[in-house]
């Protein structure tokens, strides 16, 4: 028994090395070799959801080059289960967009109508979405990833915890200051739009 806790610790320690490998050079080659093991994992996890094997070989390697830009900025701790999370939110995200859209059948005629159909946005909206965008990018990045998850992608503070690696309480400062820091931001510089 004590031996399989010490190869189970041994190979924790492996993947640590490799990531913090990874953060520090930014080589594929690291990354690649630690996810190569995990693929199977995730194709199944992404054919659980997906039922479709095209579509979860695409999403293997879509998380894979999720997974280039946020280990270079995110500590992870145990790869295994933050890799679990990311990919479940990816295919939930991804599933959840694609019920979005609606399809409208080409007999309906839509095309043939002699009137040329205009969408009303509304100019202030659009103003209010731009001077938001502009803010977010101002904020500091534990306060902006936190609010997109939160806001934009609607992440519980669970989920974010789980794919930051951020501790639970910094969380919800995080979300609650750059709140706050967003709203200052918008009020100043709303008459300059």
Not at 64 to 91: G, M, P
Not at 138 to 160: G, T
């Amino acid at each position: 028994m004590r031996f399989i806790k010490n190869k189970l610790h041994s190979a924790e320690a492996d993947e640590a090395a490799i990531l913090r490998d990874y953060r520090h050079t930014g080589d594929l080659e690291l990354l690649g070799r630690l996810y190569q093991g995990y693929m199977p994992l995730v194709y199944g996890l992404c054919l659980k959801y997906f039922k479709d094997e095209e579509l979860s070989k695409d999403a293997v390697m879509q998380i894979f080059e999720q997974l280039i830009d946020k280990l270079r900025r995110h500590e992870v701790s145990n790869f295994k289960s933050w890799l679990y999370t990311l990919a479940r939110n990816y295919c939930l995200m991804a599933l959840r967009s694609s019920s979005k859209h609606v399809f409208v059948p080409v007999e309906d005629g839509i095309m043939e109508k002699g009137e040329i159909v205009h969408l009303n946005i509304d100019e202030s909206k659009e103003n209010a979405l731009s001077l938001m965008e502009k803010c977010m990018e101002k904020l500091p990045d534990d306060q902006r990833i936190s609010i997109d998850l939160f806001y934009l992608q609607e992440k519980c503070y669970k989920e974010i915890a789980d794919i930051t690696g951020f501790d639970m309480n910094k969380v919800k400062s995080y979300i609650q200051n750059g709140k706050r820091n967003l709203k200052i931001c918008m009020e100043k510089n709303s008459g300059n739009e």
